[in-house]
T-cell receptor
Framework: GAVVSQHPSWVICKSGTSVKIECRSL??????MFWYRQFPKQSLMLMAT?????????EQGVEKDKFLINHASLTLSTLTVTSAHPEDSSFYIC???????????FGPGTRLTVL | AQKITQTQPGMFVQEKEAVTLDCTYD???????LFWYKQPSSGEMIFLIY??????QNATEGRYSLNFQKARKSANLVISASQLGDSAMYFC?????????????FGIGTKLQVIP
């Protein structure tokens, strides 16, 4: 099946710094990618929908200036957590839609810890 | 309103028995899709099964089957012959919209534990 990678798989940073997470579709072109965050023992919360070549669509309550999303190519979307704080510590997962309606491929996730 | 509702925070099942995980959904889109994913403690999301809103037959994938009742807006997952390795979180999700307006939202999940 198709593969989606995320980098880094985990990151620890100091409060106030910015962290960039990359999501790549390795063997297919992804017009639409999603970014989710997941707190421990909770569900995946959709943060935003990233479409190649256009601005991301953010879900209600998600700060677009805080979580910058760029989808500059059909194989890469990036999420930048700006001025990270401890409450931003979470598991961030991206997914990419395939061509078929039943295709959604997930990355392995990025565990962010902000000290 | 919740788009996806999973009412069972946790479930136990005896090994080799069948178990049903509940999922109801809410949408006004005529075309949508329903997914079930398994998430073990490692965090990876494992695709299990998919049901399209226009599919006439219930989806099946090996030991997994989806009991799709469109009028009731329910899409329950049935796991037959449970195995110890089935212990994990299970999430129901729904895909709505078309083109660049698509989105996939998740329920809160059900933690399944298989007992030897």
């Amino acid at each position: 099946g198709a593969v989606v990678s995320q980098h880094p798989s985990w990151v620890i940073c100091k409060s106030g710094t910015s962290v960039k997470i990359e999501c790549r579709s390795l063997d297919f072109q992804a017009t639409t990618m999603f970014w989710y965050r997941q707190f421990p023992k909770q569900s995946l919360m959709l943060m935003a929908t990233s479409n190649e070549g256009s601005k991301a669509t953010y879900e209600q309550g998600v700060e677009k200036d805080k979580f910058l999303i760029n989808h500059a190519s059909l194989t890469l979307s990036t999420l930048t957590v700006t001025s990270a704080h401890p409450e931003d510590s979470s598991f961030y997962i991206c997914s990419a839609l395939g061509l078929a309606v039943d295709e959604q491929f997930f990355g392995p996730g990025t565990r962010l810890t902000v000290l | 309103a919740q788009k996806i509702t999973q009412t069972q925070p946790g479930m136990f099942v005896q090994e080799k028995e069948a178990v049903t995980l509940d999922c109801t959904y809410d949408t006004s889109d005529p075309s949508y899709g329903l997914f079930w994913y398994k998430q073990p403690s490692s965090g990876e999301m494992i695709f299990l099964i998919y049901q399209g809103s226009y599919d006439q037959q219930n989806a099946t994938e090996g030991r997994y089957s989806l009991n799709f009742q469109k009028a009731r807006k329910s899409a329950n997952l049935v796991i037959s012959a449970s195995q110890l390795g089935d212990s994990a979180m299970y999430f129901c999700a729904m895909r709505e919209g078309i083109g660049s307006y698509q989105k996939v939202t998740f329920g809160i999940g059900t933690k399944l534990q298989v007992i030897p």
